[in-house]
């Protein structure tokens, strides 16, 4: 079993950037594929990036292309996800999941554990 533990949320500027950080515990992080998702006010969760186990794949979602990047340090038991252009609809609680397999998915269905998530804003 693993805990996951979000960090880097915040207040942002249209433009701007945020990184966001998610630690892991508990397990052996590197035997997790990893993504990030988000869960806007009266919307579904939604699913932003994901990471294989070894870092050496990594999907983006179209909403975030170009903007947003994954990555993820095994030895620190950390992934990471960089937002640089922000959006005022980047507005969102941030949470990161693990799923026991070699590469992500884009459903939440397929992730068992979870953070408790981290709000991120951004103004326009």
């Known amino acids: 079993q693993v805990q996951l533990v979000e960090s880097g949320g915040g207040l942002g500027q249209a433009g701007g950037s945020l990184r966001l950080s998610c630690a892991a515990s508990?397990?052996?992080?590197?035997?997790?594929?990893m993504g990030w998702f988000r869960q806007a006010p009266g919307k579904e969760r939604e699913f932003v990036a994901g990471?294989?186990?070894?870092?050496?794949?990594?999907y983006i979602a179209d909403s975030v292309q170009g903007r947003f990047t994954i990555s993820r340090d095994n030895a620190k038991n950390t992934m990471y996800l960089q937002m640089n252009s922000l959006k005022p609809e980047d507005t969102a609680v941030y949470y990161c999941?693990?799923?026991?397999?070699?590469?992500?998915?884009?459903?939440?269905?397929?992730?068992?554990?979870w953070g408790q998530g981290t709000q991120v804003t951004v103004s326009s």
């Open positions: 508990g397990s052996t992080f590197v035997t997790y594929a």
């Open positions: 999941a693990a799923r026991d397999a070699y590469y992500m998915d884009k459903s939440p269905a397929y992730y068992k554990y």
């Open positions: 990471i294989s186990r070894s870092g050496g794949s990594t």
